[in-house]
Structures are given as structure tokens and as C-alpha cells.
């Protein structure tokens, strides 16, 4: 029978992933149970994995003895505790069942063993649209979830499906709103990841818990090996949701960041590359050699939380007695302990090593398994310095090393002393720039020390996934290629000016070669032969760019591009430079030229004593640090430069301590000044641009853009680079670069050009004017639905290249562009992008959220809304505009204008309005034509949005009075809560709505619908009409006018 993967009918789909589980490992399926069913199933296989006698014997469980292990999971509440409290394979009770032999006892029940997989005392069920309790707020409906798989008992995962044509958000939005409706508490709580399914597209996630925030950029989409996405809905449940892929990703590929206080799932390609390193070290017959392999996973991509879960899974299996993380930098193995820390908790001790003594203490004890350490350190632990016993009992042990940052960590004579000292080690490297052929070191490719590639993310994977950015290289000229061209072709024919080189035939034919871009292009070309042609760059001296003018071009740059690279300083900026004399003279520049620019230097801090290049970099530092103690009130010193260091990073990433409010621009660094220092390694969000002065190749040019890649949200849409030393030579290199290191998937990495970015929102926009047809000034939404969802799929299109090309220069005063000799005018103007902003908003419903689909008896597709843009806030523009037309109409009555302009500015006001939301529109429009009439009191110093207000509250109190009329309802309640303009999903906190539900004269209630509706309802209608009159008035402002709507239905 062949799967269908296209479903009409919501209800057909679920019955056949329910098939499908049941074919891959998921056995019961439990139809519709509540959560008290669902307890006493859990009960009914405690007892059954716990007939032990000096467990429960034959005795089962009790409810109170379910109730003490509900109050066990209620007080963990977070799904962090209680992903620890499942891996923590056991449940301790207190025996209270009067038969039970061990009465009193404490006694300690199995729950779940992850290593106990399709085996065992593994139970495997399916329950089947779930009924969530609602005692939390007894007034609302009854809910219920699709599917819930157990193990063991326990709900883990959650799954809600829609059907085909349905937008996978619509399934997850539907997982958000019952979160915050309270349902996945109690028993729901152990749910550890939820899956949101259409037939053709799955998203799968961690759960944040009560009061977490979930974030779309953590849900992820499942991929096969080669990192091609999933989205077959067979394949899914086949490769994801199966057993026992299902068992190993609650056990093993789930993270709890005690730090961040988060449980995270690892995405497809982190599964990948831990178990095929936990299974090379399985099937490894120690003494065979060291080489166990490399990961290439591309920067930024998680590799940490990657070599983490790898090495748990290793010390799990036993197959090693020792897993060290090997690091190359001090900095960098704190940093990394502390996230090992942060993933270990409890269940996992991980050993850091002050010393290369404490070092070899811990590879020769029998307890410290993970350890964290520097290749400096084990440097020390040469095979000639230790006594033959303890080197033996080294030797004996089994040691897998997991190299970080294997590109440059691992090349050099250290790890030659690691393999002579412990030549049966098994080595593991991961990098996101592994050393090839074209670019080998001391004639050593990654591949050569570390043997097979076990897995590979490339960064075009990672761009096309959503991990990281794309960048937007941009070659900056400081000489201008004509005057660098003929400067060489002059130099080849040993020419004085052009005049010269005409006048003699040899110095003529040189001349006419290296101008002939044909012969000599500017940047030389390397051959697959591994031949050179040079290029019109490889003559120039690199001291041709240290010079004052070029470093004032570049610094003069810099500044002219600042406010839109960085948003306006909302993000920093690297500049890396060719040396550290170089790098103090464009501190001194910035420090001296643009002061509003908040700059620093960072180098390497040591100093020799020998010569004046020694002396100028001492006095350079001396400035850093007084410049940087008096803008940022420090006390750093030379000889606390590595704390200098250290405060430089927290700034740059918002770490602690400047991860707070107070953290303001003044207190921020806009640009860091650099040589080698944080180009590799570094991770910041904040960081979106990197400036090169200098010529670099290869690995280290994505590692060096890679810093700027890290996402954050739309305003961040890329990272952005700019080049300006031998920028040819640099294109060249940046090509080459992306060949080697895309995996041969190059599409994606480079962004498009701001003329791509301004076609596109001048189609955009095109669209959507049709879409608009008959509305011209945008003022409504159109009345078609297709029309609705085809702007719902548009504007954030338009959207995501308008923020693109906002960094790309782009500003709404100028509205002609000249790119690559071609004019482009944007159409789309401020006003109108804010109306459509406004009319988007509309879309989501109440508080611009979007709505899930399904339910109610509507069948309209729903549609697929944005959150981050309907949190957008339009308000203070839409206010600022609207105040100037409005005070350019007072100011004109003033001034005694003719009737003709007073109404030309008063329709100019008008036309503004389509800025607002529908809702504030109808008063504004009451407003204009109470003024158009006389009418209307216009007093100096009120805003238009004073105006709207004082009208929403004359008809809220109107509407108000009805109320109170007609059901008896508290007026300063229903006034509060209005007052708190609450979402669906916080309606009842604090127990608000409940209080305004309760303040109903039911009686009145009762006597005003019998006389409404001619019949007399009974108490319980009533009190259902009530509920669904005051929950949409406090949601959406809706109440009909004369109530008898309400009466009707009760």
C-alpha cells in the first residue's frame, strides 16, 4: 500500500502516522485518555518493572504513592530537571499501601534506562488525541492534543499535525498556545520535545517550559546523513520519531544547559558526527593506531554541545577509560569547561587540570573520566620526562583525545609529542576549516593526522538551514586599479611616465602588456598544475599600503558606512590590520578623528626589549589602556592585559557582566582593532562586520568572516565584509575559499547586491498593489481571502530585502539608485510600508499573534504570520507623522488660510490615517469628521493619538454601561482588565477574568436574556453565553450592539 502525502482530512493523516509508529517500534495505542488514565497506566508499568521484593512485590502501586512521584515532577517543573530526573533511571517513594510488606520504607522504582532500548522492560505506546486538564481555568473548552508517544510510561514527546496546504507554523503555533494555556503540566510536564507535522514538512524542538520562551530559530528541520532535509512525512517517523531513534533522542541527544537553564535536542548532522565517533571508538581494537577521524562541521554550528554529547556517549558505553577535550589556548579551555560543566550536571563530572601534574594525576586515576585540558599543558608530558611506571600505567589506559579546533591546533611538534608519548591514543578532530591539499602545513593535511572525514556540515549547509549567515564581501579600492595598473606597467618597462614608455620599442611592448588586463590580470592565477601567473598585485610592496593616506582612506570608510552597517551602532565591528604597528596607528586615527566612534586595539601583549619597533608597540598599548581605563572606568594594566582581554570579549558578546540593561551604548565597544587576535574562535551575535586591511588565504578567511555569522534576527540579515588591501588579490582568495571549504555547495554564501535586494521589493511591492486593488491608500485589507494569503506570503519577502538593503546602504529619503551603471527607482515609499505593516498586524488577529488553524469549524487555510514582524512597532512613527500633518492644520487655522488649503491639509491628515490599525482608523475617521462639522474641541498640545483615545474610551465607557445594564457585570473590573489589553494566552492570570466572570449578577443575567430572546434559558447557558460575550469583548473589543446575539445563544 502506497502512504499518500497529501491529506485533506486532518483526521486520515493522523491515522495514518499513527499506522506508520505502529510499524516502527510504538506498540499500544491509548484512545483519548485523560491524565489520570494516563497516571494509572504509568502506575500499571512501574509495577510491572518493579516486582523486585525489595521493590514493590506484589503489591501495586497506590494512587497517593502516583501522587508522591506527581509532586516529585511538579516540584522539578523546569523540562531541564526532569529531563535529568528520566535519565535518572530511577523514582524514589515512600511505600503507603497498607499489604506492602516494606510499609513505610522508602524504596527506589526504575523509570527508564536509556541503554534499554526495544528490549528489555521498554514499554512503547501511542496516545491518541490526549485530553488536557483545564482546571486552571474551568471556563475554557476542553483540550485535547493529537499525539503523545510514551516510554515507559511517559509522555516525552508531543506531536500536533496538520493537514496538507496548512503551514507547519500553524502546528507549532498550535503547541505554543496550549503551553500557554497551562496544559503541559502535571504528568504533561516530562514532555521533552514537541514535533509540529504537515504532510510535507516537519519542525522538531526542545520544550522551554513554563515561563520559557520559544524561539522558531530553535526549531529544526530533520536531515538524512548528507545533511539533505527531511520532509516526507513517512521518512520522518522512520528515521526521527522511530524506535529506537525515538528512545536515543530522549536518552543520549538531548542537552541541559544548566547555565542557560534550557533543554536543548541536537539537530540532525550533531547526531551524525557523535555516533559515528562513538562508533568508530566501539569497533576500535586498541594498539591499531591513532588516527580515529576528523568532523567538519562549519563555524558556529554547535560544535561544542557536538563533542560534548560525543564524549558522553563514549564514557557511557565504557569503550574508553579516559575522553580529554584538547584545547590550544587557556582562554579558550575555560570557556569550554564551563559549558561541559553547564551540560554535565550532576551525572557528569568533568575534570579541568591547573597544572601538568594535576594533569597526569587525573589520566592515571581510575575515576575522572572527561577531562578538559590544553595542548600546553600536555606538552609538558613528554615520554623522556616520565619515570617508566607511570608512563606504562599511562599506556594502559585507553585515551580518546577530542581535538578542537583541529586546523591549527594540531599541526606542530606538540602533537607529535602527544602520539610519542601515548601512541595507542585515539585522536578526533573537529574543525569548520580542515587543512587540505591546497592548503597543507608543514606538509600535513587535516586528513593526514586524523585519518577519515566522519561527517561533514558544511557552511552552505549551515546557511541554507538557517545556522549561520551568508556574507556580503565588498572590494573597497583605496587606490584606484587604473593608477596601481599603469604604476607597474611603468615599473616592468623601466618606464618614467607613459611618454617614456612609447618612445622605446621594448619599454612600449611591456608597457602594453601588463596594461592589457587580457595578458596581467590584477590578481595572479594559479594553475592546476600548481603553476603561477602573476597578477598586476603581486607587484606592488605590501609598504605601498602602509602608508598615512591609505590608513586614513580605510578609517575614513569605516565612518562613512558606519550608521547602516551597524544599524546605528546596535551592533560592533572588527578591523583586522597587517600588523601591530599598523593596528596602534589606526587606534590613534580613530581615537584622534572620530572620537563619537567607541574604538579599541587587542594584540599580543608581550614585549622583548629589543629595538624601536618594541618601544612604539609599548607606548601603543600604554594609550589602549588609558584610553579604554578612562571611557570604560577601568583599572587595566600591562600586566593585567589578559583580564584586558577577557573584558573586551564579555563587551563584545554581552556576556556577563554586560548582559543587562545599564549596558548602553556608551558603555559598548563599536570597533575592535585587531592583528590575529579573535579572528578565530570568538563568537559573538553582535558582531555583523568585519573590515580587512590585510591579505589573508583559505581557512583563515572563513574563519575570519565566520565571525560575523552567528544569527540574531532580521535586523542582522548577514554578516558583512569589507576589503581594501590588494582588494583583487582578496577576491581571488575569498573564491578559492568558499571552493574549498562550501563542499562543493558554494550557492548561498555570498548575498545578493543591493540592486538584486531593490528589483526585488519593487516586485514585492508590485504585488501587492494588485493584491490592493481598489484600495489605494492601503487602508484596509483587501476583502478576497486568497488575496489576504497571497499578502501574507508577500510582505515578509518584501520584508527580509528591505532589511537587506538597509544595511546595504539603502534609506527612504533617497529613492533612485545608480548600480553598476543601471538606475533603479524604488517605489515603495515610508507611509505606505507602515500601512502594510499595519494592515499584516491585522492579519494575526488580537495582538498582531498569529491564530492556529483548524478548530471551529473553519476551514480556511489560515495563515502563515510572522511574530517578529507584527511585533514591529509602528506606533511612534505612525504618531510622529501624523502629529506634523495635524500641526501644520492647526497651525494654518491660526494663520487665517483660505477654506480651500485648511481642506487640502485636513485630507493630507486623512490620507495618514492608513497608517493606523483598522480599529484606531474608525475613531481617528469620527474624529476628522467631527472637525469637518464643527463639532470637535481642538485644544493646543493634544496629539492626534490623545484625540483616538479619548474617543476608544468614551464608547469603552458606553459599552461598558450596557454591560453593566444588561448582565450586572463590575464596571472597574471589566476596566482593569481591558486596561492590562491581555492575549488569549494570559486572559486568567492572576486570576483576572475569573474575577470579572464572577462579579455577574447571574440572576440579572438571566431575566435580561428571557426578555432579549422571549425565552427563559437555563442557569448553565447563561453562564456559557456570559463567558463567550466577555472573553471576546476583553480579546478583540468585539460586542454586538444591542446584545441580542448573546441572548439568542443562551
Known sequence: MTTPLTYTDENRFEDDVVAMLRRHGWDEVLDRPTERQLIDNWAQILYNNNRDQDRLGDVPLTSSEMDQIIEQITDLRTPLRLNEFINGRSVAITRDAPQAHNLGKEVSLKIYDRREIAGGQSYYQIARQPRFSTAAHKLMPERRGDLMLLINGMPVIHLELKRSGVPVSQATNQIIKYAHEGVFTGLFSLVQIFVGMTPSETLYFANPGPGGKFNPDFFFNWADFNNEPINEWPTVVTSLLSIPMAHQLIGFYTVTDRAAGALMVMRSYQYFAAHRIADRVESHEWGSGNRGGYIWHTTGSGKTITSFKTAQLIADSKNADKVVFLLDRVELGTQSLANYRSYGGDTIDVADTASADELLRLLTNDTSVLIVTSLQKFHHLQADTLREPVLKKLRDKRIVFIIDEAHRSTFGDM????????????????????????????????????????????????????????FDPEMVETYRANDVRTS??????????????????????????????????????????????????????????????????????????????????????????????????????????????????????????????????????????????????????????????????????????YNTPAFTHDKQIDLLIVVKQMLTGFDSKWLNTLYLDKVIDYENIIQAFSRTNRVFGPEKPFGSIRYYRKPYTMRRNIDDAVKLYSGDKPFGLFVDHLD????????????????????????????DEADRLEFAKVLPELYEHLQAAQVQGFTWEQDTYEVADTEIAVELTEPVYIALLSRYKELGGAEGEPEPGGGDGDDRPPYDINVHITHIDTARIDADYLNAKYTKYLRAIEAGLPQAELDELLSDLHAGFARLSADDQVFANRWLHDIQSGDADLVPGKTVQDYINEYKLSQQDREIAQLVRAIGVDAELLRIILAAHVDEAHINEYGRFDDVISSVDLDAATQYFYQSAGRKPSRFKVHRAIYKLLREYVLHHNLPTDLQEAAEEA
Not at 452 to 462: Q, T
Not at 493 to 518: G, I, N, W
Not at 600 to 615: C, K, P, S, V, Y
Not at 756 to 783: K, M, V, W, Y
Open 756 to 783: 538584486e535586494h531593490l528589483l526585488q521589493i519593487n516586485q514585492c511591492f508590485t504585488t501587492i498593489t494588485r493584491l490592493f486593488a481598489g484600495i489605494g491608500d492601503f487602508s484596509r485589507l483587501p476583502g
Open 415 to 470: 602533537l607529535l609529542g602527544i602520539k610519542t608519548t601515548l601512541p595507542d591514543a585515539l585522536l578526533f578532530g573537529f574543525t569548520g576549516t580542515p587543512i587540505h591539499d591546497e592548503n597543507q602545513k608543514v606538509h600535513s593535511t587535516t586528513a593526514t593526522i586524523f585519518g577519515d572525514e566522519l561527517h561533514r556540515y558544511s557552511i552552505a549547509d549551515g546557511i541554507r538551514d538557517g545556522n549561520v549567515l551568508g
Open 488 to 657: 607597474v606597467a611603468l615599473e616592468q618597462a623601466k618606464a618614467v611616465d607613459e611618454q617614456d614608455a612609447f618612445s622605446d620599442p621594448h619599454k612600449e611592448k611591456t608597457f602594453l602588456k601588463y596594461m592589457d588586463k587580457a595578458q596581467v590580470p590584477m590578481a595572479g592565477v594559479r594553475h592546476e598544475d600548481g603553476s603561477y601567473d602573476k597578477g598586476i598585485e603581486d607587484f606592488v610592496p605590501m609598504s605601498q599600503y602602509n602608508q598615512p593616506e591609505h590608513r586614513a582612506a580605510v578609517a575614513s570608510d569605516i565612518a562613512e558606512h558606519w550608521v547602516h552597517l551597524s544599524r546605528n551602532s546596535a551592533f560592533h565591528a572588527i578591523l583586522a590590520t597587517h600588523s601591530i604597528v599598523e593596528a596602534i596607528e589606526y587606534f590613534q586615527i580613530f581615537r584622534d578623528s572620530y572620537p563619537h566612534l567607541n574604538v579599541t586595539a587587542l594584540f599580543d601583549a608581550n614585549i622583548d626589549n629589543t629595538g624601536e619597533a618594541q618601544l612604539r608597540k609599548e607606548d601603543g598599548l600604554l594609550e589602549i589602556l588609558e584610553h579604554y581605563n578612562a571611557k570604560f572606568d577601568q583599572h587595566f594594566t600591562m600586566t593585567t592585559h589578559d583580564a584586558f582581554k577577557r573584558d573586551i570579549a564579555a563587551r563584545l558578546a554581552h556576556k556577563a557582566p
